[in-house]
């Protein structure tokens, strides 16, 4: 992946000096060719194409953007609700994420959203332990985290 992110900016380049025009829109137009060369070069030489993986990061980000967003509402209501009726839970998730970096990503995405802290891992690291301060049902809340969090981590992690 990092050889073709060099090799694209070595084609940015070129092309700018191929056109004689050292402008930022040059050098993203160049930009636009090298992932366009690159897109058609993955046909005939045997590697995975770098664009896919920076997607799947941006959708990650757009993810945990959405889920902050809902997180801070779900705890807006539970700040202001007169009646103190929410039902704190501490919820095992087992995950199948593999290398630490993953686990921990995970980890610090569930303790970055408001209402939700990771506490503890399991000896082997395949469980978190998670407090949330509002469950209504704790295997949907499972099923939520492992359908968004680890999906996307997964999708980044294992292109």
């Given amino acids: 992946m990092a050889f073709q992110i060099i090799i694209n900016l070595l084609i940015a380049v070129l092309w700018m000096f191929l056109q004689s025009s050292f402008t930022m829109g040059s050098f993203i137009f160049g930009y636009l060719i ?25 959708k990650l980000c757009i993810l945990f953007a959405v889920e902050l967003t809902k997180a801070n509402l779900d705890m807006v209501g539970v700040v202001l609700k007169k009646e103190m009726n929410h039902k704190p839970c501490v919820v095992a998730v087992r995950t199948k994420l593999e290398t630490d970096i993953e686990i921990s990503l995970l980890a610090a995405l569930i303790s970055l959203t408001p209402g939700t802290i990771t506490m503890d891992f399991s000896d082997d690291n395949k469980t978190l332990y998670i407090h949330a301060i509002d469950v209504d049902d704790v295997e949907d809340t499972v099923h939520s985290i492992k359908n968004s969090f680890e999906k996307a981590i997964k999708e980044v992690s294992q292109l």
Avoid: E, N, T
Wanted: glycine share 4%; aromatic share 40%.
């Fill in 34 to 58: 090298g992932i366009f060369l690159l897109f058609i070069l993955r046909y005939f030489y045997a590697f995975d194409f770098y664009m896919r993986r920076v997607w799947a990061f941006v």
